[in-house]
Nanobody, 125 residues
Framework: QLRLVESGGGLVEPGGSLSLSCIAS??????????MAWFRQAPGKEREFVAG???????YNGDSVKGRFTVSRDNAKNAVYLRLNSLNPEDSAIYYC?????????????????WGQGTQVTVSS
């Protein structure tokens, strides 16, 4: 079983930045063989795809964060990261990392089989 733990969330002012981390533990022997992604869910809204990275380090961004967020991975550390820049209040949400069932990330939750518990990001002045 793969366990994913996110960290790095917090309170930030509009225009600020944050860096999120997701570390995998447990059955990580094939961690590098799967795509990884970040999703987020704001109160009263559905969970949405934020960004993902394939096994060949090709990255994908959701439309709402293009140009502002950057996803990356470090297979040696069993980690995936999300750098959030130019934050605005609409970015406030719980951010989750997830492991894809395939080598590439997709925007669909059904394509993921492991999820972290999430880390809260709040953007407010």
């Amino acid at each position: 079983q793969l366990r994913l733990v996110e960290s790095g969330g917090g309170l930030v002012e509009p225009g600020g930045s944050l860096s999120l981390s997701c570390i995998a533990s447990g059955r990580t022997e094939v961690y590098s063989a799967y795509g990884m992604a970040w999703f987020r869910q704001a109160p009263g809204k559905e969970r949405e795809f934020v960004a993902g990275v394939s096994v060949t380090d090709v990255t994908y961004n959701g439309d709402s964060v293009k140009g502002r967020f950057t996803v990356s991975r470090d297979n040696a550390k069993n980690a995936v990261y999300l750098r959030l820049n130019s934050l605005n209040p609409e970015d406030s949400a719980i951010y989750y990392c997830a492991r894809s069932k395939s080598v590439v990330p997709t925007p669909r939750e059904i394509d993921y089989d492991s999820w972290g518990q999430g880390t809260q990001v709040t953007v407010s002045s």
